[in-house]
């Protein structure tokens, strides 16, 4: 890929958060050159709009995973709300600030120090009770350089018989969840990169990600039937939902950090990725989560999404790479 490329133009021209990405993922810039592009993310686009958005306690809308002054009617009219901390700070995660920048290590200190999940009320960095938001605790906790260990181990031991998760496991459920799967992997992957993981953590890691493999990352396993028509449709942001692209990239990431080959259980997914790709040589947007949000980052629905053509891109360059390194 080239910068030349009509579709690589038209990703560097959008915002730092993206443009970084390209420039590490796809265009094989140096470090210092992607580096001083992900800075920016601190000042000037999204990230900086997004951390405009905070509280002076450091949350944002008051509450840790539901804007304070919830009334469940709008969950059940409007969609659930993105807007508190939990999904704002994994927003800056994907966006890629800094974690040593001044405003990450500002506002993650002062999350630690006021914010109390509303399910039980403990603080903010000890988790809460359902394993998808510990998932997505754990991969912003170990991104931004807080000691998420307890709950990692937690999450290890709460693996069901097929050896994945599911939020639903204390209400009596014995299968796990794709989406539920997917969000602590995340978790347990960022933690082992900041850490190098434990032999517990790692072990847990493989067990959810075959899970997934032995389902084809759609598939259930007794049928062979999609398990959701919607996880081939692609979705952004994710938010806790899941689709066959958010897996694919997490398995990129994962072969990646621990320099192995691509499974070949995933080209089912990787198939249907290339089928879905435009003329013009972009990914559209399939749907995004309803619900209340700081502001969109995305063109609409049935449009070319740059995070996902983004996504789709730096994934099948991985399986091309690696199919002719085989």
């Known amino acids: 890929m080239t910068q030349s490329d009509p579709v690589i133009e038209w990703l560097l021209d959008s915002d ?10 796809l265009l094989d810039a140096p470090d210092r050159k992607w ?7 601190e000042t000037e686009g999204w990230g900086a709009r997004l951390l405009a958005c905070r509280d002076e306690d450091g949350q944002w809308a008051g ?10 009617r709008e969950w059940h009219e409007h969609g659930q709300p993105w807007m508190a901390t939990t999904f704002s700070l994994s927003q800056l995660r994907e966006f890629g600030l800094d ?56 999450l290890a031991g709460e693996r069901l018989a097929d050896g994945g ?14 989406a539920t799967t997917i969000n602590v992997l995340e978790g347990l992957l960022e933690f082992e990169k900041s850490t190098g993981g434990t032999p517990r953590s790692r072990e847990a890691r493989g067990t959810g990600e075959e899970f997934l493999l032995e389902r084809s990352l759609f598939r259930r396993l007794r049928t062979s039937e999609p398990a959701d028509k919607n996880f081939l449709q692609f979705l952004h942001p994710n938010r806790w939902r899941y689709d066959i692209l958010r897996a694919l ?15 070949p259980r995933l080209s089912e997914a990787i198939n249907h990725l290339r089928t879905r790709r435009l003329e013009d040589g972009r ?33 099948l360059r991985w399986w091309g790479t690696q199919a002719s390194i085989a």
């Not at 580096?35 to 993310?41: G, L, Q």
């Not at 509450?63 to 469940?72: C, E, K, V, Y």
């Open 35 to 41: 580096m001083a592009e992900r800075a920016r993310v």
């Open 283 to 315: 990914w559209p947007l399939d749907r995004s989560p309803p619900g209340r949000v700081w502001f969109e980052f995305d063109d609409g629905q049935g449009r070319p999404s740059r995070w996902v053509t983004l996504r789709a891109l730096r994934v």
């Open 99 to 154: 974690p040593a920048c001044a405003q990450a290590r500002h506002t993650v200190a002062l999350i630690g120090a006021n914010a109390r999940w509303e399910e039980g009320g403990q603080p903010y960095w000890e988790g809460e009770v359902e394993e998808c938001i510990n998932g997505r605790t754990v991969a912003d906790g170990a991104y931004f350089g807080i000691d998420i260990s307890p709950i990692v181990d937690r």
């Open 16 to 25: 730092p958060s993206i443009r970084w990405q390209v420039m590490r993922d």
């Open 63 to 72: 509450g840790a995973f539901l804007p304070a002054g919830f009334d469940p």
């Open 165 to 178: 998760w599911n939020c639903e496991r204390t209400r009596g459920s014995v299968r796990s969840s794709f």
């Open 249 to 263: 990239d997490y398995f990129r990431a994962s072969a990646i950090l621990t320099d192995t080959a691509p499974d």
